[in-house]
């Protein structure tokens, strides 16, 4: 997962207390605390709020605005650093199979497991597993762990490097290090003769979350770079991004050079998500109409959320002006893992010990 999951009394320090008030119209709150590293957070199709706490392995939700007290799930993970339970997507099919899909770290083993769950009477039964991320090195760290479906219909898979051995991400004879692109509708587990074929792109380090971009369907991603040179990647099919050789943007590169570096300072950017259009119907926000399609980047060095405006002809420019830091350190007493867009139109993240939402509220007074 992140790089730097572990300075937990760091973090306090630099998130004790808040930072510069929320821009006009927008208001901060607690959405839910209490909880215990909360790593992931994602809307299921009808609404409900479904959260992971990294270290018990506890799938947990929130229907209107109630927290279950009953886990949805509960998977024995190895919670070891930056393992345990990581990553959730709902099958683009969830109304009618109730399917659900689960990246966690095996106890008593170095691999990494994609499973699939079955939502039966609230809650998720009958784990059935879909791929084993095998030949990840004792260090336990950069396990990468985010799962999404693509508008394909196929799985996306982020698979860190694996934290002692970064050439295995250059190699294609094994997982790590890579963006995965799995097909999960057939037979289960997923069988392959060849790692490459299970490769959309290689050459990370730990790419730690991805979204499509509605407005043209490619896929983005934030990466952890190894000491400042932070990421985010544009990720296009066959696509090496460089690590081990190259961290950042080269002027003269060899291999895919990322959409913004972040610089000599290391942020350790984690949720990524595009606000959505407007409107009736669908997934739509109630943001100023100028926030459309903006890219919202959440990091974990520093509590910051950053709004990214793209241009260029296939949205693949950044400009200096267009990238800023919307929300300042510290500014809800906590750190980010995740980000991402509810039903409401409201922003809502993963702090390591409670949920933060972020709403538009014209007039609201602090």
């Given at each position: 997962m992140v790089k730097r999951i572990f300075p937990l009394v760091l973090a306090f320090v630099?998130?004790?207390g808040t930072g510069r008030a929320a821009p006009e119209g927008f208001e901060v709150t607690d959405y839910l605390t209490g909880l215990e590293v909360c790593i992931t957070l994602?809307?299921?199709p009808d609404g409900r709020l479904f959260f992971l706490e990294k270290n018990s392995g506890r799938v947990s939700v929130v229907r209107e605005g109630r927290l279950d007290?009953?886990?949805?799930a509960e998977l024995k993970v190895d919670p070891e650093w930056e393992r345990g339970l990581l990553g959730i997507a709902f099958d683009p099919k969830f109304s009618v199979n109730g399917h659900v899909y689960l990246y966690h770290s095996v106890p008593g083993s170095s691999n990494n497991r994609v499973v699939r769950l079955t939502e039966k009477d609230g809650r998720g039964a009958g784990a059935i597993k879909v791929l084993e991320i095998e030949d990840h090195v004792p260090a336990s760290n950069h396990n990468g762990g985010n799962i999404n479906f693509g508008p394909?219909?196929?799985l996306y898979i982020t698979v860190g490097d694996g934290g002692g051995a970064p050439g295995r991400s250059?190699?294609?004879?094994?997982?790590?290090?890579k963006m995965l692109r799995v097909d999960v509708r057939g037979p289960l587990p997923v069988r392959y003769k060849k790692p490459t074929e299970l490769f959309y792109a290689k050459g990370l380090r730990n790419s730690f979350d991805m979204a499509w971009n509605p407005a043209n369907a490619a896929l983005?991603?934030?990466?952890?770079?190894?000491i400042g040179r932070d990421e985010i990647n544009i990720i296009r099919e066959g696509g090496n991004y460089g690590w081990p050789d190259e961290t950042g943007y080269y002027s003269t590169h060899e291999y895919e050079n990322p959409l913004w570096d972040f610089g000599l300072r290391a942020v350790a950017p984690t949720g990524i998500v595009f606000y959505p259009e407007g409107g009736e119907g669908g997934k739509g926000g109630n943001f100023p109409d100028d926030y459309t399609h903006n890219m919202f980047v959440t990091d974990y060095n520093y509590g910051r959320v950053y709004r990214i405006r793209l241009s260029g002809e296939g949205l693949d420019t950044i400009r200096k002006d267009d990238f800023s830091v919307w929300m300042e350190k510290g500014f809800a007493g906590t750190t980010f893992a995740d980000i991402t867009v509810g039903p409401d139109g409201a922003l809502y993240l993963a702090g390591?010990?409670?949920i933060v939402k972020i709403e538009y509220r014209p007039g609201a007074v602090e």
């Open positions: 630099l998130f004790h994602a809307f299921a007290p009953k886990p949805w394909d219909g196929f250059q190699e294609n004879t094994n997982l790590l290090g983005y991603a934030t990466e952890n770079g190894p390591f010990h409670k």
